[in-house]
């Protein structure tokens, strides 16, 4: 599968952004998907993420805050952030994996395919 990320931006904080995935090559309703960031120096975290199920799982930094969801028929993941702050600012990468298990769909390294990151700023 190929993912394109998009939507990134400079938000005030307080503000909401809406990123988008765009993925390809097979059915989207196969593979779990997640939203990661990471910010600069720091490593690659998990953020979210939805499964076949459409069950949802969020990091408590962004639990109520962000939401996870995924439109089949476009083959599209959506990670809605609202009351954006300024810790938020990371390039923000969406993956997917077919055969992941529950207690690693934290890790980053559980996932085998991502897309390009997109920059998300939120300035104070």
């Known amino acids: 599968v190929q993912l394109q990320a998009s939507g990134g931006g400079l938000v005030q904080a307080g503000g909401s952004l809406k990123l988008s995935c765009a993925a390809s090559?097979?059915?989207?309703?196969?593979?779990?998907m997640g939203w990661f960031r990471q910010a600069p120096g720091k490593e690659r975290v998990f953020v979210a993420s939805?499964?076949?199920?459409?069950?949802?799982y969020y990091s408590d930094s962004v639990k109520g805050r962000f939401t996870i969801s995924r439109d089949g028929a476009k083959s599209m993941v959506y990670l809605q952030m609202d009351s954006l702050k300024p810790e938020d600012t990371a390039l923000y990468y969406c993956?997917?994996?077919?055969?992941?298990?529950?207690?690693?769909?934290?890790?980053?390294?559980?996932?085998?395919?991502w897309g390009q990151g997109t920059l998300v700023t939120v300035s104070s």
């Open positions: 993956a997917a994996d077919s055969d992941l298990i529950f207690s690693s769909q934290s890790r980053a390294s559980s996932y085998d395919y």
């Open positions: 090559g097979r059915t989207l309703s196969r593979w779990i």
């Open positions: 939805i499964w076949r199920s459409g069950t949802t």
